[in-house]
């Protein structure tokens, strides 16, 4: 009898793929966690006390499939109509949605690079093809020469700001280059909250920009799992089609409504960190390092001592930041803003691996 071909093998492109690897999420309290972008504040008290009146047992019944009420506070506050709103869970779970829709078997997507990592793995889901495209020396993009490198292309995704960079483009930048392409174009805003501009309102004028939101970096909801998309009501009408039934639950749905309404709490948040960003930035610059101006809640290192050193140095001393690995650049760090004191330990410690004191 001849052995039965592996009863249990994936998908031959599922079977070759690499696989998004997540930042480094370790038990509580034993590093201070500068790895993954979270916010060091808490959410706004409304949202914990939205998931305190929303614990009862009304838990028994399924959620509002379209998490109508988070749909209403986003519109209210980007001046759209509630139809032009997607909730998902956690912006992820929304990219996941938006490649669902636009991108089979064989197909293009594209993306600038160095960026998130989780577009390439998304694409190579769909068994399509990644296009990357690359940023220029100085984070710019030139929008005539990526349209014309992504002919057929099914949809784009551009991270504004940008990580690893932190960089941004502005928004006419932008603009120019989903005017070029001949398919959507998603802006994941995922850090807008820390930036001087975004893209929102480019939904007015161009018909193929999708731009994305999250809750868990700027409003410090990281373990709740909600974001959300604008973009025209006839994309939003196809996605719902796409998403889980009930991809948002009942806990999440009320503090992430709460969240968005509380606009003093998200203010005071952005200005804390944007104070320490900059801060962060120019010590690190002080210590060799090059870090282009950072429009997000984290700086970015190249150059100096080497990454790998430093990295395991700082986590030695409990300090836990992100490690980069991308193609033709050397590795390099990623910093998360933390609290001011945190940044202080954080530079203190590197004054110590840089041998000043
Ligand atoms: C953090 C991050 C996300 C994911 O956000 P979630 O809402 O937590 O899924 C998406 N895009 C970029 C660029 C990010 O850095």
Redesign the pocket.
């Known amino acids: 009898m001849t052995p039965p071909a592996d009863r249990t093998a994936a998908l031959p492109h599922i079977m070759s793929m690499q696989g998004y690897a997540p930042g480094e999420q370790p038990r509580d309290g034993v590093f201070i966690k500068l790895n993954t972008?979270e916010n060091p504040y808490p959410p706004s008290p409304q949202a914990l006390e939205a998931i305190r009146a929303a614990a009862t047992d009304r838990l028994r019944l399924y959620p509002d499939p379209i998490a109508t009420e988070v749909r209403e506070a986003a519109a209210t506050l980007h001046g759209v109509d509630p139809g032009w709103i997607l909730v998902g869970n956690?912006?992820?779970d929304l990219l996941t949605i938006l490649t669902r829709a636009f991108v089979g078997p064989g197909d293009r997507a594209f993306y600038p690079t160095p960026s998130?990592v989780l577009y390439r793995t998304l694409i190579e889901l769909q068994g399509a093809r990644p296009l990357e495209v690359a940023f220029r020396e100085d984070w710019s993009l030139d929008p005539a020469a990526i349209a014309g490198a992504v002919p057929g292309a099914s949809i784009g995704f551009l991270?504004n700001p940008n990580?690893p960079s932190g960089t941004s483009l502005a928004p006419a930048v932008v603009a120019d280059l989903a005017r070029r392409l001949d398919c959507p174009l998603v802006v994941?805003e995922?850090?807008a909250d820390f930036a001087d501009a975004d893209c929102v309102s480019l939904l007015n004028d161009c018909d193929n920009v999708i731009v994305l939101r999250?809750l868990?970096?700027g409003y410090g909801l990281?373990g709740l799992?909600l974001?959300y998309l604008i973009a025209r009501p006839a994309i939003v009408e196809q996605l719902i089609k796409v998403k889980d039934s009930y991809n948002c639950d009942r806990l999440s749905i009320a503090a992430g409504a709460a969240a968005l309404r509380d606009r003093p709490h998200i203010a005071a948040t952005r200005a804390r960190i944007i104070a320490t960003r900059e801060r962060l930035v120019a010590a690190l610059r002080g210590f060799g390092y090059t870090v282009p101006d950072s429009q997000a809640n984290f700086a970015w290192c190249t150059g100096g001592l080497p990454a790998v050193d430093v990295f395991a140095a700082l986590r030695a001393r409990g300090i836990l930041v992100r490690m980069m690995r991308y193609p033709a650049i050397e590795p390099s760090l990623r910093i998360t803003v933390g609290t001011d004191d945190e940044i202080d330990a954080l530079l203190q410690a590197l004054a110590e691996i840089h041998g000043r004191r």
Do not use: L, M, P, V
Request: hydrophobic residues 20%; without cysteine.
């Open positions: 972008n956690g912006s992820d998130y991270a990580s994941d995922a850090y999250t868990s970096k990281a799992r974001g």
